[in-house]
């Protein structure tokens, strides 16, 4: 089983900068291992479904973004700490939300719906003000 453990959350001001962090532990029910997981990012503001932000391809590194956070926000893995991280720059009001982090075992393409996703981490809680 893969646990994921988010953290980094807080309160900022409009225009302000967090960085979140996604600890992962443990390995599938095939074996696999942080390093050989899709990660992804995605949010859930009150009263909307959860939403997709950024997703990472174990294999390639190669990075995919929703349209919202598009050069603003950077998601990285540091393999060797078995982390995933995003970046969040020129924060807005709008991207408050509880944010979390998954992983998905099945791909080797990086994905951007919450179904392709097998392992979430609990959240952690961004809020912005204006």
């Known amino acids: 089983q893969v646990q994921l453990v988010e953290s980094g959350g807080g309160l900022v001001q409009a225009g302000g900068s967090l960085r979140l962090s996604c600890a992962a532990s443990g390995r599938t029910a095939s074996g696999r291992t942080f390093s050989n997981l899709n990660m992804g990012w995605f949010r859930q503001a009150p009263g909307k479904e959860r939403e997709f932000v950024a997703a990472i391809s174990w294999r390639s590194g190669s990075t995919t973004y929703a349209d919202s956070v598009k050069g603003r926000f950077t998601i990285s893995r540091d393999n060797a700490k078995n982390t995933v991280y995003l970046q969040m720059n020129s924060l807005k009001p709008e991207d408050t939300a509880v944010y979390y982090c998954?992983?998905?075992?099945?791909?080797?393409?990086?994905?951007?719906?919450?179904?392709?996703?097998?392992?979430w981490g609990q959240g952690t809680r961004v809020t912005v003000s204006s």
């Open positions: 998954a992983a998905d075992e099945r791909r080797t393409v990086i994905a951007s719906t919450v179904s392709a996703y097998d392992y």
